[in-house]
């Protein structure tokens, strides 16, 4: 009786960041799930079945959805309830992922368009905002190269600062994290 105790103990926690509400890091939380349902022998439940494929029994499945359900928000929880197949879940997962970057592109690409350095205090906020923003646009698909970050932060200091811009740009920067 010890052993189940301990057994839903282990498996009550958490074995890799949940699944965030607004999807920015399911790239990195889709690969975990992968990572855990292989070494458990169960990622077939979610890959593309295959011809042949043995039905899952009813004690995996709902093993394979506990997995799941116990990764993502709790917000995504209560979307996803009455979702009882894994295979089904981790589609609809992946089609909420597409629906969330649709959303957040405009936005982004918005926010790309009004970045100016020279709307900050410190350097260092604008690198802050310079890397949320790009995280972002990669979620998207649309990561700025650091060619353009560069070329972004020059073109929008102030012109006080012309010597420096020409200093910078006469350098030939082509990493973002040199030119700072």
């Known amino acids: 009786m010890a052993t189940k105790e301990s057994?839903?103990?282990?498996?009550?926690?958490?074995?890799?960041?949940?699944?965030?509400?607004?999807?920015?890091?399911f790239p990195?939380?889709?690969m975990d799930l992968k990572v855990s349902l292989l070494l458990?022998?169960?990622?077939?439940a979610i890959d593309t079945p295959k011809q042949g494929d043995a039905p899952l029994s009813e004690p995996s499945k709902y093993h394979i959805l506990y997995i799941i359900r116990n990764h993502i928000h709790?917000?995504?929880?209560?979307?996803?309830?009455?979702?009882?197949?894994?295979?089904?879940?981790?589609?609809?997962l992946q089609q909420w992922h597409?629906?969330?970057?649709?959303?957040?592109?405009?936005e982004a690409t918005d926010e790309w368009n009004h970045l100016r350095i020279q709307d900050f205090k410190s350097v260092n906020e604008?690198?802050?905002?310079?890397?949320?923003?790009s995280s972002k646009l990669k979620f998207c698909k649309k990561e700025p190269s650091d060619v353009e970050k560069i070329k972004k932060t020059l073109s929008t200091m102030l012109p006080p600062q012309m010597i420096?811009?020409?200093?910078?740009?006469?350098?030939?920067f082509t990493v973002y994290s040199d030119l700072n």
């Open 7 to 25: 057994d839903a103990q282990i498996s009550s926690k958490k074995e890799f960041t949940e699944l965030a509400l607004d999807g920015h890091n």
């Open 28 to 30: 990195t939380w889709a």
């Open 40 to 44: 458990r022998g169960m990622y077939k």
């Open 74 to 92: 709790t917000d995504l929880k209560a979307e996803y309830l009455m979702e009882e197949d894994p295979r089904a879940l981790w589609l609809a």
């Open 98 to 106: 597409e629906k969330q970057k649709a959303v957040i592109l405009p």
């Open 126 to 133: 604008y690198n802050h905002a310079m890397h949320k923003l």
């Open 164 to 172: 420096l811009q020409q200093q910078y740009r006469e350098r030939g």
